[in-house]
């Protein structure tokens, strides 16, 4: 056996370990999470309930400052999806309203349910690939690219995303600078953004 074939054979064993120890393992929230996820729940205690997640139900509200709701089904909000791989979200945006630039620590694939938008991502070369998309369009964003989505219809928007990682983070760029610890005079020298655009986006926040 050559060293790429030993290589291939180890890389899929370590993406299928879980399926060597359990079927599944639906984490249990009250223990600490490790690098690889939640302990396991007792599988004794697991019953169907455990691997359906109704959060998605019902209409959002968008009155935040990007117009948008934002409903996260990551592991932490249904445990079924620690150690597989997977999670997902539901994008909802009012007129106008933007899922601001954000990256996780996966891929995302997004279907567009509701409404217009733009959706794109940015490279690490700086080139920008972002297209309108239409209810039933799905548009992929490789893992740890920056992305946003607008919607540019004459309606609210809906779309649901699905992403690669149990556990994929969500870090918005803007919140990042501005929402966090952050000093505003770093903020300043590491954007070039003036005193004043970074203490309005700071009051903006409520840290300035
Ligand atoms: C999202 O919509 C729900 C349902 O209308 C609402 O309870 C919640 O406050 C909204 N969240 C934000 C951030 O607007």
């Known amino acids: 056996m ?4 030993v290589f291939f054979i180890f890389s899929l064993l370590a ?7 359990h079927d599944f393992c639906v984490g249990d929230l009250s223990l600490p999470r490790g690098p690889e996820g939640y302990a396991c729940k007792d599988p004794a205690t697991v019953t169907t309930d455990d691997f359906v997640y109704t959060g998605f139900r019902g209409e959002r509200t968008t009155s935040n400052i990007f117009a948008n709701n934002v409903t996260l089904a990551f592991a932490d909000a249904f445990p079924a999806f620690n150690g597989l791989g997977i999670s997902m979200a539901r ?3 009012g007129l106008g309203g933007v899922i601001p630039l954000h990256s996780h620590r996966t891929s995302e694939v997004i279907l567009i349910v509701k409404g217009t ?3 794109g991502f940015i490279d690490s070369n700086n080139i920008a690939y972002y297209k309108r998309l239409e209810v039933g369009d799905i548009m992929v964003f490789p893992q740890a690219m920056l992305h946003f989505q607008v919607n540019v219809g004459e309606t609210p928007a809906t779309a649901f995303v699905s992403l690669n990682g149990a556990n994929p983070g969500l870090q918005l760029t803007t919140l990042s600078l501005f929402a966090g610890n952050l000093p505003g005079d770093i903020a300043e020298k590491i954007t070039l953004l003036s005193h004043k655009e970074v ?10």
């Open 2 to 5: 050559n060293t790429l074939s």
């Open 15 to 21: 993406s299928l370990s879980i399926a060597l120890e």
């Open 91 to 93: 994008l909802d945006f």
């Open 117 to 119: 938008i733009i959706a």
């Open 199 to 208: 203490t309005r986006l700071k009051r903006i926040f409520g840290t300035a």
